[in-house]
């Protein structure tokens, strides 16, 4: 069955740490880039990051750079979300998704059902 | 960043009726990149165009785009109960700066 899972959140306080992770499976995950998508309950959606099939090109939002890192383990069929500095305005759930072309970053035509973060004292 | 502006935000129908939905850039979104998405509550997204006017995989042809420029639409021709959900537009063209339209919610 091709789909995505997310896992890895929960409740943190402001300034912590914590780390997304996204299971893969039923396609060649390593032949695809993949992106974090996060959206805020009952709000639109916002790009959060994206890597590059092969993992050399990666790219941060504005709103997240030099604070989350995108990375992915072609042997694990997974990808991950290092979240550091969390903010409460990062309290979100967090969907990988899956961008069906090797050049630019495109749509996105798998999604996983999400993991939800939020960050509070 | 370009911001995408959907309308309406609210748009209530009945099943068997048509729908239209705007999604308008601020500015023009090059070799229509632009893409819709259907969320129901507690799924993810799913694709249903891409590049404008291309259904995904799956997709019944109820649903279909247009626009170019600075205006898109969605189109659903006639409402299936199923198809009461939010929908997004994405824009693409900007990568890797990609943005969301804010939503409309399609009630029955």
């Known amino acids: 069955q091709v789909q995505l899972v997310e896992s890895g959140g929960g409740v943190v306080q402001p300034g912590r740490s914590l780390r997304l992770s996204c299971a893969a499976s039923?396609?060649?995950?390593?032949?695809?880039?993949m992106h974090w998508v996060r959206q805020v309950a009952g709000k639109g959606l916002e790009w959060v990051a994206v890597?590059?099939?092969?993992?050399?090109?990666?790219f941060h939002a504005d709103s997240v750079k030099g604070r989350f890192i995108i990375s992915r383990d072609d042997s694990k069929n997974t990808l991950y979300l290092q979240m550091n500095s969390l903010r409460e305005e990062d309290t979100a759930v967090y969907h990988c998704?899956?961008?069906?072309?090797?050049?630019?970053?495109?749509?996105?035509?798998?999604w996983g059902r999400g993991t939800l973060v939020t960050v509070s004292a | 960043e370009i911001v995408l502006t959907q309308s309406p935000g609210t748009l209530s129908l009945s099943p068997g009726e048509r729908a239209t939905l705007s999604c308008r850039a601020s500015?023009?979104?090059?070799?229509?990149?632009l893409a819709w998405y259907q969320q129901k509550p507690g799924q993810a997204p799913r694709l249903l165009i891409y590049?404008?006017?291309s259904r995904a995989t799956g997709i019944p042809d109820r649903f279909s785009g247009s626009g170019s420029g600075t205006d898109f639409t969605l189109t659903i021709s006639r409402l299936d109960p199923e198809d009461f959900a939010v929908y997004y537009c994405?824009?693409?063209?900007?990568?890797?700066?990609?943005?969301f339209g804010q939503g409309t919610r399609l009630e029955i």
């Open positions: 998704a899956r961008d069906p072309f090797k050049g630019a970053p495109d749509y996105f035509d798998l």
């Open positions: 039923g396609f060649t995950f390593s032949s695809y880039p």
């Open positions: 890597i590059s099939y092969d993992g050399r090109v990666k």
């Open positions: 500015q023009s979104v090059t070799s229509r990149y």
């Open positions: 590049g404008a006017s």
């Open positions: 994405q824009q693409y063209a900007f990568s890797p700066s990609i943005t």
